[in-house]
């Protein structure tokens, strides 16, 4: 059945349209300090129940695969009791397979990764832990495999993150030897794989293909050490400077538990992120 | 609407937010999961008028920009306008047809996507390319299919009648 568009959208109905759609170009225009505080407190109220069942989600998950991994451990264990030797050798495994956690220590705060379904989820991505655990804006948020992002924003029980595919991102970044420093941000992408680009090279040093590229600690935000990704190519050179391609560690769309550091402004993590115990997460 | 009726379908709307939030994240890559929210805000505007659609879009994409603060307002911007025209194109065009319904989705769900990244900013290049071309295009086959499946499932529930509204 078709029926004639006047008929169907009033004035009534165009007028609501125009209004909304105001509102929404006013709600683009606002400035982070005011906008902010609306989208906090939507996540506070009428989002709150909402995230909380998406974190219950996430850990129903996260416990199904715990269990499989449990069953599969008990199967093998039950096989290796046999003999004490074997179970002492899965338990120096298990041991060397102790997670980054383990490794960092106290100074961190679990959260799961609040995925959502619009295109720019991995600039700015929901976890599930806020201030009430410790969290402060300006921590480092990270993956076993290198950093996710800094916290932008916290609540009492979810924070947000400003991912390193946030256009905002920068990062003082350095080669894993410490030879080369640069200044690292999102780049465009190739092929849908988002990068991020080290710029501030100088063009004397060159830096080789396949070479990890860490956090320098510089500027006091980030600590030392954490790693960010891998060097896959030149952007381009100036008279002065060299850009190179970076492969970051950690995919923000994928990636869905991460650790909050809530206390490692001044440390150096270089061990923590080195690539044999990154490899060994179990 | 009768009551009766008006509580089997925001039944079939509540059921389609708690998937958003607790199914979701469970079907595979985000980019090309279907999005029940905006399969419940173009539901709601297949038996609405195209002024309530476009308020209820922009409570949707208000709601969906405090989750994704990077583009805040460019998701109001984007469910509204869907709202509105899905709405007025289902006034305009539509029979009660479960693959013309699948289209809706289809259209909506890039469209929405394709408002959101071009009045967010954030996109340029190769990425807005292939968000438009490719990761948008499978998020609306997904999200066209699930709401199929959901008009299969609910089809005596959500009996779509013109004059209604």
Same mark, same amino acid.
Not at chain 1, 270 to 280: E, G
């Given at each position: 059945? +078709?029926?004639?568009a006047?008929r169907?959208?009033?004035?009534?109905?165009?007028?609501v349209?125009?209004?909304t759609?105001?509102?929404?170009?006013?709600?683009?225009?606002?400035?982070?300090?005011?906008?902010?505080?609306?989208?906090?407190?939507?996540?506070r109220?009428?989002?709150?129940?909402?995230l909380?069942?998406?974190?219950r989600?996430?850990?129903?998950?996260t416990?199904?695969?715990?269990?499989?991994e449990?069953?599969a451990?008990?199967?093998?264990?039950?096989?290796?009791?046999? !003999?004490?030797?074997?179970?002492?050798? !899965?338990?120096?495994?298990?041991?060397?397979?102790?997670g980054?956690?383990t490794?960092?220590?106290s100074?961190?705060?679990?959260a !799961?990764?609040?995925?959502?379904?619009?295109?720019?989820?991995?600039?700015?991505?929901?976890?599930?832990?806020?201030?009430?655990?410790?969290?402060?804006?300006?921590?480092?948020?990270?993956?076993?495999?290198?950093?996710?992002?800094?916290?932008?924003?916290?609540e009492d029980?979810?924070?947000v993150? +400003?991912?390193?595919?946030?256009?905002?991102?920068? +990062?003082? #970044?350095?080669?894993?030897?410490?030879?080369?420093? #640069?200044?690292?941000?999102p780049?465009?992408?190739?092929? #849908?794989?988002?990068?991020?680009?080290?710029?501030?090279?100088?063009?004397?040093?060159h830096?080789?293909?396949?070479?990890?590229?860490?956090?320098?600690?510089?500027?006091?935000v980030?600590?030392?050490?954490?790693?960010?990704?891998?060097?896959?190519?030149s952007?381009?050179?100036t !008279?002065?400077?060299?850009?190179?391609?970076?492969?970051?560690?950690?995919?923000?769309?994928?990636?869905?538990?991460?650790?909050?550091?809530?206390? +490692?402004?001044?440390?150096?993590?270089?061990?923590?992120?080195?690539?044999?115990?990154?490899?060994?997460q179990? | 609407?009768?009551?009766?009726?008006?509580?089997?379908?925001? @039944?079939?709307?509540?059921?389609?937010?708690?998937?958003? @939030?607790?199914?979701?994240?469970?079907?595979?890559?985000?980019?090309i999961?279907?999005?029940?929210?905006?399969?419940?805000?173009?539901?709601?505007?297949?038996r609405?008028?195209?002024?309530?659609s476009?308020?209820a879009g922009?409570i949707?994409?208000?709601?969906?920009?405090?989750?994704?603060?990077?583009?805040?307002?460019?998701?109001?911007?984007?469910h509204?306008?869907?709202?509105?025209?899905?709405?007025?194109?289902?006034?305009?065009?539509?029979?009660?047809?479960?693959?013309?319904?699948?289209?809706? @989705?289809?259209a909506g769900?890039?469209?929405?996507?394709?408002?959101?990244?071009l009045?967010?900013?954030?996109?340029s290049g190769?990425?807005?390319t292939?968000?438009?071309?490719?990761?948008?295009?499978?998020?609306?086959?997904?999200?066209?299919?699930?709401?199929?499946?959901?008009?299969?499932? @609910?089809?005596?529930?959500?009996a779509?009648?013109?004059?209604?509204?």
């Amino acid at each position: 059945m +078709a029926l004639g568009a006047d008929r169907y959208a009033t004035r009534g109905d165009t007028f609501v349209f125009v209004v909304t759609l105001a509102l929404s170009l006013v709600a683009m225009s606002l400035p982070p300090t005011s906008r902010d505080p609306i989208a906090s407190s939507l996540r506070r109220t009428v989002l709150w129940p909402f995230l909380q069942l998406q974190s219950r989600s996430d850990q129903l998950r996260t416990s199904r695969a715990a269990y499989v991994e449990v069953e599969a451990q008990r199967d093998s264990a039950t096989l290796a009791a046999g !003999e004490l030797s074997e179970i002492r050798a !899965e338990n120096n495994r298990l041991r060397a397979l102790l997670g980054l956690g383990t490794r960092l220590g106290s100074g961190f705060v679990p959260a !799961e990764v609040l995925h959502q379904a619009a295109p720019t989820d991995p600039l700015t991505v929901v976890i599930s832990a806020g201030s009430k655990r410790g969290v402060r804006p300006l921590a480092p948020v990270v993956a076993p495999e290198g950093l996710l992002g800094i916290v932008s924003h916290t609540e009492d029980a979810t924070s947000v993150v +400003a991912t390193w595919a946030n256009p905002e991102f920068r +990062a003082s #970044g350095m080669a894993s030897d410490g030879s080369v420093f #640069g200044i690292l941000a999102p780049h465009d992408s190739k092929g #849908g794989v988002w990068l991020l680009e080290m710029s501030g090279v100088p063009y004397r040093t060159h830096v080789p293909f396949g070479t990890r590229i860490l956090t320098s600690g510089l500027g006091g935000v980030l600590p030392r050490g954490i790693a960010i990704g891998t060097v896959v190519g030149s952007a381009g050179e100036t !008279e002065w400077d060299r850009t190179y391609l970076v492969r970051p560690a950690v995919p923000p769309g994928a990636v869905t538990h991460v650790m909050v550091l809530t206390n +490692a402004r001044n440390e150096d993590l270089r061990a923590t992120f080195a690539p044999d115990s990154t490899k060994a997460q179990p | 609407m009768r009551r009766g009726e008006s509580l089997r379908f925001w @039944f079939v709307i509540a059921l389609l937010v708690g998937l958003q @939030f607790s199914v979701r994240s469970h079907l595979g890559d985000e980019r090309i999961a279907p999005d029940f929210l905006l399969l419940a805000l173009l539901t709601y505007t297949i038996r609405s008028r195209p002024g309530q659609s476009a308020a209820a879009g922009f409570i949707v994409g208000l709601i969906s920009d405090a989750l994704t603060p990077a583009s805040f307002g460019a998701g109001a911007l984007a469910h509204t306008i869907v709202g509105y025209l899905s709405s007025w194109a289902k006034a305009v065009f539509f029979a009660d047809n479960l693959l013309v319904n699948g289209g809706l @989705f289809f259209a909506g769900t890039w469209l929405r996507n394709a408002i959101l990244v071009l009045a967010s900013g954030k996109f340029s290049g190769q990425q807005l390319t292939w968000e438009l071309f490719v990761w948008s295009p499978l998020e609306g086959v997904t999200t066209a299919f699930a709401g199929i499946a959901m008009l299969v499932i @609910f089809r005596s529930w959500l009996a779509v009648r013109m004059g209604e509204s």
